[in-house]
């Protein structure tokens, strides 16, 4: 089972989309919100989207309405309703593409929050145009980046200056072991940091590798004042 989160407007094809695109079942649960009161368009949208649910067999479909834009309360009141719906999803899709852009920072940070609880939240942001590919973010990922070790920023860096490199190369650059490479090579494409292609199976930085490197390169000013 599945737990899909949508912002809701006045139309309802960003998240009708998204249901499609996951194939979600009669098993899966969907909430809603938009800002409170809800005016007509907007129910006409939930609508819409409810009876598209009920057609692939979803019954549970809630639309919270939230009276408020402030950031806390948007996203207490997100978690506050997962708490109720008293479940264990097994993926937690957080779609920010429609309705009010007030709600995008909460949804993120409300997937996140869920993240840190060991959920699997994925961030899935679709373009206005369908000449763009749609962006889709495990938040699990993030945190794992946020806590790469040293060694593993440490080949990062070596694929960086010497793109194209081989297992067998980096472990001589580096001074570890084929095996100890290997383990950490397995680690870092399935963050989808680094890429392997070629008949060597050289190892390229990804577009998210590329700034993780850039990140690195930033000079912090100490630690965060308490």
């Known amino acids: 089972m599945r737990l899909f989160i949508f912002p809701i407007g006045f139309h309802e094809d960003f998240a009708i989309r998204t249901l499609n695109k996951f194939s979600a079942s009669k098993e899966d649960k ?32 809630n639309l919270i309405e939230i009276d408020s834009t402030d950031f806390s309360k948007v996203v207490m009141t997100i978690i506050k309703k997962f708490n109720e719906l008293n479940i264990i999803p097994e993926q937690i899709i957080i779609d920010t593409s429609g309705g009010l852009r007030i709600f ?58 010497n793109e194209g490199s081989t297992i067998e190369e980096l472990s001589a650059k580096l001074n570890v072991a084929d095996k100890t490479i290997r383990n950490k ?42």
Request: glycine residues 6%; charged residues 20%.
């Open 104 to 161: 995008d920072l909460a949804l993120f940070f409300s997937g996140f929050l869920l993240s840190l609880k060991g959920f699997k939240s994925t961030l899935i942001i679709q373009p206005e145009s369908a000449n763009y590919e749609t962006t889709s973010l495990d938040l699990r990922d993030l945190l794992n980046i946020l806590r790469l070790d040293a060694s593993s920023i440490e080949i990062i860096n070596q694929v960086d200056v």
């Open 30 to 61: 969907i909430i809603a919100i938009t800002l409170s009161p809800a005016v007509n368009a907007t129910k006409n949208a939930f609508n819409s989207l409810s009876l598209n649910a009920q057609r692939i067999g979803i019954s549970d479909i």
């Open 185 to 226: 090579i397995s680690e870092l494409k399935k963050l989808n940091l680094i890429m392997q292609k070629g008949r060597g199976q050289g190892i390229y930085l990804t577009d998210l590798g590329l700034l993780v490197k850039e990140l690195n390169k930033v000079q912090g000013i100490g630690e965060i004042d308490e």
